[in-house]
């Protein structure tokens, strides 16, 4: 977000503010420390615990239900309103991550994208990175097909690889997911790496999401089955693609899902490329979800349109930040 756009959304959301107290829906992806985070997704578990601590003693956690409540009935937010959402279903949100919550007494909601629970395999982003990106000797040239379009990318520098990385990131996000699959199986031939992840970027197991989703301070929500981004597929491809994980997951916890995220959800876009889209809206609807989280800067009011909410994405923050940011976002 550019300087001008900054003012104008600051500008924007304390005069909305002033109309009417917001709650802020906070995201996270992953609790704990890694090598490398090309992302930026992952916050340390000393950081975390220490927003956590910050949100437990000076703001309103809402649990999935009583946000769910204000957002159905429109009924304006407590004072100081903040729900927290994670993305993804990464095996740290289990292991790191909800102790952590535990201990503060801070309640998340999990948004779980269900194709790689209980497997060896990373999520594409990660699977990129760990062909690209971690040690092992690579040509000097990549070629590769992706969605009949040929591609070629120089691999003979750590600078090189880097840039490469993040533009097939790039094309990559907006492909339908056999597209990834493909993309990712010529990698895989290219570097000598085989598909197998490593166990710092698994996702939960079965096991580990029916007991998150026993806990006290655990909910349980879809973002769809293999991650892609939904405003690029038909709608019949979007209903299947949520569909599934909704199934999967009413199925595994034996409980009704009503909660979903867009993968990526922003509402930027180039040309024709979507994150998500009115047919994504009417999916969710035709499926009875009934609060849809997507990831754009902003806060929540009563008038905020519920199938495309929007979060605030949490950086790495030490403490000092966080609680800066989050001022911020309750200014008025």
């Known amino acids: 977000m550019g300087n001008a756009s ?3 959304f600051s500008v ?12 802020v829906v906070l995201l996270y992806h992953r609790v704990t420390t890694l090598q490398q985070d090309p992302q930026e997704l992952s916050v340390t578990p000393a950081n975390f615990n220490a927003q956590m601590g910050h949100l437990a003693s000076d703001y309103n956690v809402l649990d999935a239900d009583r946000f769910l409540y204000h957002v159905k009935n429109k009924k304006a937010f407590p004072e100081r309103s903040v729900f927290v959402t994670f993305d ?15 201990r503060h007494e801070v309640p ?3 948004y779980i994208t269900t194709s790689k629970i209980n497997t060896s395999y990373e999520l594409w982003w990660d699977d990129l990175e760990r062909v690209l990106l971690t040690d092992g000797n690579l040509p000097p040239t990549l070629t590769i097909n992706i969605d009949g379009q040929t591609w070629q990318y120089a691999t003979g520098t750590l600078t090189a690889i880097r840039e490469t990385y993040y533009a097939l990131q790039q094309v990559l996000r907006f492909c ?4 990834i699959e493909s993309a990712m199986a010529q990698l ?3 570097s000598g790496k085989t598909a197998t992840g490593r166990p710092s970027h698994r996702l939960m197991t079965w096991e580990e999401l029916r007991a998150m989703g026993n806990t006290d301070y655990a909910a349980i929500g879809c973002h769809t089955h293999r991650h892609p981004a939904v405003g690029m597929l038909s709608y019949e491809e979007q209903y299947t693609e949520i569909g599934m994980s909704k199934e999967i997951l009413e199925g595994v916890l034996s409980a009704p899902q009503v909660h979903f995220s867009y993968p990526f959800g922003g509402r930027k876009f180039l040309g024709t490329k979507r994150y998500y ?3 994504s809206i009417k999916v969710c609807k035709a499926l009875g ?4 989280c997507a990831n754009y800067h902003g806060q929540v009011h009563s008038w905020s349109n519920p199938f495309a909410l929007p979060r605030i994405l949490v950086r790495d923050w030490p403490l000092d930040e966080f609680r800066s940011h989050m001022q911020q976002f309750f200014k008025y």
């Open 108 to 110: 998340a909601l999990f």
């Open 88 to 102: 993804d279903g990464y095996a740290d949100n289990y292991h790191e991550a909800l102790p952590l919550l535990t």
């Open 6 to 8: 900054k003012k104008i």
């Open 176 to 179: 339908k997911p056999a597209v």
């Open 188 to 190: 895989y031939e290219w």
């Open 289 to 292: 979800l009934q609060l849809v």
């Open 12 to 23: 924007l959301h304390y005069v909305a503010n002033k109309v009417q107290r917001p709650a």
């Open 277 to 279: 889209n009115a047919d």
